[in-house]
């Protein structure tokens, strides 16, 4: 089981990024996936889930501004990430929540 994030990048306040985890050695599609980040000197907090089903959960703070997606074909886990806020500032890993895999991690920096 592999995950590579990448996408991540320093955008403005209100900008927009879309982070990508390609996924290799299983089948995104048949397990549940997240991803989730870590601020600096903060705890691992969940940001959205997405279900084998297509069904999404999201964060309190992100609702309305970040979607989960993937696509089967590329086997790939997307975050589009929109009306970014200085605390989205964090580094987002993609998870598979059986077995509690997770990639190396993609800095997301907002700042103006």
């Known amino acids: 089981v592999q995950l590579v994030e990448s996408g991540g990048g320093l955008v403005q306040p209100g900008g927009s990024l879309r982070l990508s985890c390609a996924a290799s050695?299983?089948?995104?599609?048949?397990?549940?996936m997240k991803w989730v980040r870590q601020a600096p000197d903060k705890e691992l907090e969940g940001v959205s889930t997405?279900?084998?089903?297509?069904?999404?959960i999201y964060a309190d703070d992100v609702k309305g501004r970040f979607t989960i997606s993937r696509d089967n074909a590329k086997n790939t886990l997307y975050l589009q990430m929109n009306s970014l806020k200085p605390d989205d500032t964090a580094v987002y890993y993609c998870?598979?929540?059986?077995?509690?895999?997770r990639g190396q991690g993609t800095q997301v920096t907002v700042s103006s």
């Open positions: 997405l279900y084998t089903q297509g069904e999404t």
């Open positions: 998870s598979r929540v059986t077995g509690n895999y």
């Open positions: 050695g299983f089948t995104v599609k048949d397990y549940v």
